[in-house]
């Protein structure tokens, strides 16, 4: 559903996808699978640094969804509907901006 909508290369995943079927749905549609490997008990050798690299946006990205949902309400959205769910959203992702721009600047 995504790659119908945006083009991208990589899929970044954390430890919980580690398995071998994904990795081949993913370099099937073309990507470069990063995924944090899971060593079950066993010595994981790290990854590459270009993809150690390209893995650290992974998590920057959920810092700012975990902040998303447990600062400012997308954990606990009390209406119905597309419309107010998205503008309930939108007003979370507003105020995340501000405040890491106020964050910035102070």
Do not use: C, W
């Not at 975990?66 to 769910?85: I, P, Q, T, W, Y």
């Amino acid at each position: 559903l995504t790659s119908g909508k945006v083009t991208y290369l990589y899929d970044l995943m954390d430890a919980a996808y580690d398995a071998k079927r994904i990795e081949e749905i993913s370099r099937g549609f073309g990507h470069v699978p990063i995924i944090d490997k899971n060593g079950r008990g066993k010595d994981v050798l790290p990854m590459a640094p270009h993809e150690a690299e390209r893995y650290k946006i992974r998590s920057s990205v959920e810092r700012a969804n975990s902040r998303l949902k447990e600062d400012f309400g997308a954990n606990n959205v009390m209406v119905k509907g597309h419309a107010k769910v998205s503008l309930h959203l939108m007003f979370g992702v507003i105020t995340l901006f501000s405040d890491q721009l106020l964050r910035l600047l102070g």
